[in-house]
């Protein structure tokens, strides 16, 4: 599952890694705000960039189909990806 922040990240870079991760083959995508940056006290968003996670999940959400094996259209997943997602959890 590739991790993704919306720390310091323009959204022309998300979509660039968006790209990258889709012609990987990749289909996980956990969207993150992310930390501030080393020596920064608290998460500023940048000009042309996501405020939280859910602006992050939301313009995936809008250039993306979800892959319809993990995710149901309710937006939640279905039991055999959440058990498989679970059992690898586990194991980390």
Request: glycine share 6%; net charge negative.
């Amino acid at each position: 599952m590739m991790h993704l922040t919306c720390t310091n990240m323009i959204v022309e870079k998300i979509d660039h890694a968006l790209e990258t991760i889709r012609s990987n083959g990749i289909q996980n995508v956990l969207a993150l705000r992310g930390d501030p940056p080393h020596g920064q006290d608290k998460f500023v968003q940048v000009e042309g960039g996501f405020a939280c996670a859910l602006d992050l999940v939301n313009h995936i959400w809008s250039k993306y189909e979800a892959h319809p094996d993990v995710i149901e259209a309710n937006g939640l997943a279905t039991p055999e990806s959440y058990q498989s997602d679970l059992a690898y959890l586990k194991k980390k």
